[in-house]
Each structure stands twice: as C-alpha cells, then as structure tokens.
T-cell receptor, first 112, second 112 residues
Framework: RKEVEQDPGPFNVPEGATVAFNCTYS??????FFWYRQDCRKEPKLLMS???SGNEDGRFTAQLNRASQYISLLIRDSKLSDSATYLC?????????????FGRGTSLIVHP | EPEVTQTPSHQVTQMGQEVILRCVPI?????FYWYRQILGQKVEFLVS????????KSEIFDDQFSVERPDGSNFTLKIRSTKLEDSAMYFC??????????FGSGTQLSVL
C-alpha cells in the first residue's frame, strides 16, 4: 500500500470555481501534514501546513481527518494562476527521524 | 527572505562519471534533505542529514551516493558512478522547527 495517495487528476475547472483535493495516508502514527504546490519543472513550494482543527489561508482551506487518515485542500474562487500540481506531504516522527513523504500530486488546470 | 540555493541548475554527464551537486541550506536550519524527481514521477526521499551525519536514507541512496557538509554552509550530494537511471531533478531542502521544508530550485541531472 502506498504511503501517501492522491488522485492525479487533472482537475479541469473554470475560473471562479471551487475545487477540492483529497489525500490519504497509510501510517496512522503520522504527525505532520502539509500541502505544497509545484509548477512545471520547478521546486515544490509550501502552500500551507494542515492542523488538526483545520485552517484557512485566504482562498485555501485545509482539513485533517485523523480517524479516516486523510487530508483535504479546498480552493475557492479559482484563479488562472492556481494552475499547478498540488502535493500532499505527510511526516512521521519517531526514533529521531523525520521524513516528509510526498504524494504523486494532483494536477489542477484552471481555464478562462 | 532566506532561501535554499542549489548549483548547478543543469548538469550533463557521461555514464560512469562522478557528479557533485551543491546546496546552501537556510543558515539557521539544522535538518537537511536531498530528494529527487524523475520526470513525470513523484518527489522521492533520498537522505536526511543532521548534526553532520546521515539520520535516514532510502533504498535509492545506495553505495554510489554520499552526502557531506564540508564547511558548515555547503551541503553536497555526490554520485560516484552515474547511471542512466540517475537522470532526474535533484532537490535540496532544509527544514525549520515547524517541520516545514524549503526547497532549492533544483539541479537537473542528465546522464548520457
């Protein structure tokens, strides 16, 4: 079973739409969760951390469901510039190690 | 804003040659990572480094790979005898106390 799974998409949405991505993780002991954004052939950039209580940053809302082992990202009022691949990152902390593990990413295309 | 810098941005080498990829992490970070991304695939963990030693490594990080922090600022990844399948984008990252990774812009390695 893959450690971090995401629907690769692509999600093709018009400007102004609301779109949601999910990510599931296999290790219930995972402790840190993040969403990153990656543009084509560029480095991943941190979009937001995901907290247990859920958190919002402008048009972006992240939720964590520990019982079902998934995290979600909601983007409201999509912009053309939101077109990118969204990477789910899950980290396990234990034995002195901390390895952020990436999902394959979900591709978002926002069209006019 | 502090950033992770990587050099070179592109490296072309012949199979069997040694390459050294260089990174300067964010100065007050203590944990450093190398990841790689083969075109069209996910970001894969190679190795983590803390307190001048490897803390974790993946199965990919075999005897052909090594890391060093020779002078307190640079963090290098060496591949001793490159193979065709080593062709990928290599990303260096440093981690803050909140567990967030900050990536360099990557080195595109092409092995011919």
């Amino acid at each position: 079973r893959k450690e971090v799974e995401q629907d690769p998409g692509p999600f093709n949405v018009p400007e102004g739409a609301t779109v949601a991505f999910n990510c599931t993780y296999s290790n219930s002991a995972s402790q840190s969760f993040f969403w990153y954004r990656q543009d084509c052939r560029k480095e991943p950039k941190l979009l937001m951390s995901v907290y247990s209580s859920g958190n919002e940053d402008g048009r972006f809302t992240a939720q964590l469901n520990r019982a079902s082992q998934y995290i979600s990202l909601l983007i409201r009022d999509s912009k053309l510039s939101d077109s990118a691949t969204y990477l789910c990152v899950v980290s396990l902390i234990g034995g002195g190690s901390y390895i952020p593990t990436f999902g394959r990413g979900t591709s978002l295309i926002v069209h006019p | 804003e502090p950033e992770v810098t990587q050099t070179p941005s592109h490296q072309v080498t012949q199979m069997g040659q040694e390459v050294i990829l260089r990174c300067v992490p964010i100065s007050n970070h203590l944990y450093f990572y190398w990841y790689r991304q083969i075109l069209g695939q996910k970001v894969e963990f190679l190795v983590s480094f803390y307190n001048n030693e490897i803390s974790e490594k993946s199965e990919i990080f075999d005897d052909q790979f090594s890391v060093e922090r020779p002078d307190g600022s640079n963090f290098t990844l060496k591949i001793r005898s490159t193979k065709l399948e080593d062709s990928a984008m290599y990303f260096c990252a440093s981690r803050d106390t909140g567990g967030r990774l900050f990536f360099g812009s990557g080195t595109q390695l092409s092995v011919l």
